[in-house]
Structure formats: C-alpha cells, structure tokens
C-alpha cells in the first residue's frame, strides 16, 4: 500500500469561506501560487494527491465524517458515548458541534485544492505532449469536487458552492440551495465518468476510475429521486465487466484482498509501524484503541463498547447469514486479549492479523463496493424498470458463493414474497442493512426512504429522537456563520431549521 503524496507549500489550509479575517500588509513577490507553480502534468499530479490525502485525514475518513452518517442512522445504539459524538448519536447536537465543524472544514479544504487543479494554467508539457495525464488529473479533482458538494449537499442541504480558487479573504460566498449544489455535484461527477480511465496499472491504485465516478453519480441522483438517470449511470457500471462481488464478504475487509474485483473505490493508507493503531475509518466504529491517557470509549477486549450494533440490526441478520460474522463479533468469539462478551463490531478490523490488544485496526477502507451498485440497481429498478429486473439484482448478491453456501433463500421467499412493488422494496431494504451495515450508507437510504413515505415498510419511523424538517439535515457550525457574514444573504436563512 502507498499513501497519497501530500501536496505541501503550495494550497496549505483552506482560506475560502472559513478564512480568517486578519489580510496581510506585505505581499511576497517570490511566494508560490497556482499560476506560478503548475508548469507541467506532474506538478498538476502532486495537487490532486493534496485532495486525496485531505479526504485520508482525521477531518474526514480518518475520523470525524464516519460519525456523522453512521450515528445517525438506526445501527448504533448507546446512549453513554462522551463528548460530541454523544449529541450525534442521540441527536442532539448542536452548532458547536466539533465533528461538524471538522466535516464542513474537511470538505472545503478538498474543494479548494481540486478548484486550484481544475483553474489550472498548464498548456503545454512536453513530457504530456497529448495532455492526456492534465486531461486525467483534472477529472480526478472534478471527482474529488463532486464527492465533496454531494457530501455537503446530504449532510448540510444548501451550501456555498465555490468553483474557483479563493484568494480574497473577504470574498465570502452565501448559501445555495440543496438542489444547486447537488446539480453542480453531478456535473462534475459527470464531467469525471467521461474522462477517468475504466482502470489503473497497480502503483496507482486507490484513484477514482469512470466506474466510481458512476457509482457516485447514481447515489446523487437517487438522493434527488431521479432514479431513471441513477439507472442508466449504474447499469454501465455492471455491464462494464469490471467488477464482481468476492466469494466471501469477509474478502471485502481484509488487508490482503484489497483493490479486488468488488472494489470500486478505495481510500489508501498506508499501516502504522509502530503506533497502536492504523488510521482507518475504523475507530469511528467502535473498533479504535485510544493511544492517548483519555478516557476510552470503546474496550475490545471484553466487548464493552459503548457504540455496539443496535438490537434491529441484529435481528436484521436472517438465521445462518455469513454476513453477520463479517460484522459483529458476537459472544465467545475469540479476539486478541480475550474472549468477546458482548456482541461488537466487527468489520474494517484487523484482529484475524495482529494480535496484540491494540492493533485492531485496518489500512484499508473500500468506500463504494459493486454490491452496492447491485442494490442501488434494484432500487432503481423497482421505480422504473420492471419487477423482475429488480428481483435479479437482489439475487445477485444472493448468489454470492458463501450465501449460497449457508443456503440462504433466493427471492422471492417466504418472509420476502416480493409480489408487489412495495415487497421487493421492502426485500432491497433489507438486503442493503445486512449488506452495507457500518459502512454510511443506511443513513442516506432512511433519509430517501423518509422522505418518499416509505418508512412505513421498516415498521414506521426508526430514529426514536427524530423530527421532521430538523434531522434530515445537520446544524451549520456556527463558527462558519460567525465568519462568514454572506451566508444567510439572498433570502437564504444562515442556519438550517431547528437549530
């Protein structure tokens, strides 16, 4: 595994609209900009790594942006988790929320460095004579953009949208709504599927390819409920022949089957030699070992996390589902320092490799796997397509060698007859949780599911602290508000309902 090569001296921190007030009095004749420093294809390169790395850090995959979906969707309970994970998971965060705050920072500092990629001024390089490779690079930060507005747009609603590189400390930039920024979100997804290569030779694995680009834009659309246009986009996904669903699930969160057929997009970073744990969205999982002399949130030893799978979850998992192991240590199961006595979770760790207490965690952390797209596709399927189309792809991730092996029922069956379009809806909701659990995507489905009135199906609503035209979106950090005084303006309110 390599890490992205982070960018440095050039962008450095995000100015834009989180940008500090103070201007300078001096201007450094000699200090690298955009325009002096992107001279060629590589240099263009060594900028969207920057982008890459930021999405790698503790602001967002690393840490913070694993909360905020994960927490608010009806997998995880536990009501004694400290601090501002806490006020998530319960939903009663507030503006000062410091994972919120963390997330929007994140995102915006990937939209700047993919702004001052894409604004580049490169025309010529005689060692990318074609400008294939400039070609490529900037699809990869129009991906990178379009990952990130879609983010904002499902976590925030309206946004500012900034498609140029800030350089005014005072240019600041109000809100747009919900629907513009996932419409400028898709055409830079789009932009991305048309350029990015299907596939990358093995040293630069771990960069977004048209199939990912795909992938993304089918959730975009279906967030929007254009799921005639989520349709097409996925279906070039599955008849490009690229992808395959792996043997077994567990192959999906294993060091040494990464970047498999079942990939579609994965993160890259690189394993810790010597810390106690590698940095992976994981220990926003409950699967971390704090290194650190503060309180620890989450004891693998014995199971005692406070952030365990939610007793619907676990019920979700029909008898003998091989699936459940690959998420949820349950009681008895052998885990380095001991034995499990509580059910916990399970995916993304490296127990099965490192047995010492605090080496749980894993280096890789596949973000969009082809079962996904599969069910996307039956969603879309049973909006606009036909019912058995549905049913085909539903049984396509059940025909995954070790289901059928566990000889888990094909649909239709039994508890899920699928003879109507709300049953094999019902049937796609299912197959989703126990499928993707743990992996920021059930709280995107509640969010569409919820807002098409189909809660019902799930046996009404699931969030028990839930209210309506207040949950659906996050709080913007008030320290965003405070700095940036054009916000609320254009008769768009600075601040999201309820908070």
């Not at 008898?319 to 916990?344: C, F, H, L, N």
């Amino acid at each position: 595994m390599k890490k992205q090569t982070l960018l440095i001296g050039l962008i450095g921190w995000f100015i834009g609209l989180s940008s500090c007030e103070n201007s300078l009095d001096k201007v450094n004749p000699n200090a690298v900009t955009a325009e002096t420093y992107f001279k060629s294809s590589a240099e263009l390169l060594k900028g969207v790594n920057g982008a890459y790395t930021t999405l790698n850090g503790s602001y967002l995959v690393g840490n913070a942006y694993i909360w905020l979906h994960d927490l608010r969707s009806d997998d995880f309970v536990g009501t004694t988790l400290a601090d501002d994970r806490g006020e998530i998971l319960r939903g009663t965060l507030g503006v000062n929320n410091a994972y919120t705050e963390r997330v929007w920072k994140g995102f915006y500092i990937v939209i700047h460095r993919c702004n001052v990629v894409i604004n580049n001024t490169v025309t010529s390089d005689p060692d990318d004579p074609s400008g294939q490779i400039k070609n490529r690079v900037v699809a990869e930060a129009r991906f990178l953009r379009g990952l990130a507005y879609f983010e904002l747009a499902s976590l925030w609603g309206g946004v500012p949208l900034i498609t140029k590189p800030v350089t005014d400390f005072g240019g600041f930039v109000p809100r747009s709504t919900q629907k513009a920024v996932y419409e400028a979100a898709i055409q830079d997804l789009k932009d991305a599927a048309a350029t990015l290569p299907p596939t990358y030779e093995a040293a630069d694995n771990g960069r977004a390819t048209s199939g990912a680009a795909n992938t993304l834009l089918g959730r975009a659309y279906m967030q929007m409920n254009d799921y005639a246009n989520a349709k097409t986009v996925l279906e070039k996904v599955r008849s490009s022949g690229l992808y395959a669903l792996s043997p077994t699930s567990t192959e999906n969160f294993q060091e040494e089957t990464e970047f498999n057929k079942e990939s579609v997009f994965e993160y890259v970073f690189a394993p810790s030699p010597s810390a106690a744990e590698d940095e992976g969205d994981d220990y926003a999982q409950g699967q971390y070992r704090e290194s650190t002399n503060g309180t620890r949130q989450y004891d693998m030893n014995t199971g005692n996390g406070i952030v365990l799978p939610s007793p619907g979850l676990k019920s979700e998992f029909e008898p003998g589902d091989p699936r459940k192991k690959t998420t949820i240590y349950e009681v008895g199961d052998q885990w380095a320092g001991g034995v499990m006595t509580q059910e916990s979770w399970k995916k993304y760790t490296l127990s099965y490799k490192n047995p010492t207490p605090g080496n749980v965690t894993s280096a890789m952390n596949r973000r969009i796997r082809y079962a996904e797209v599969l069910l996307m596709l039956a969603e879309c399927e049973n909006e606009t397509g036909t019912a058995q189309a549905a049913i085909a792809r539903l049984n396509d991730i059940r025909n995954r060698a070790e289901l059928k092996t566990a000889g888990l029922p094909t649909y239709p069956n039994t508890k899920f007859p699928c003879n109507t379009k709300d049953e094999i809806l019902k049937a796609v909701m299912h197959e989703k949780r126990v499928e993707l659990a743990g992996e920021q995507v059930r709280n995107r489905d509640l969010l569409r599911w919820r807002a098409a009135g189909k809660l019902a199906l799930l046996g009404g609503e699931p969030i028990p602290y839930f209210q309506a035209n207040k949950h659906e979106l996050l709080p913007i950090p008030q320290s965003e508000i405070d700095r940036n005084t054009a916000l609320g303006s254009g008769g768009v309110t600075a601040q999201n309902p309820g908070y």
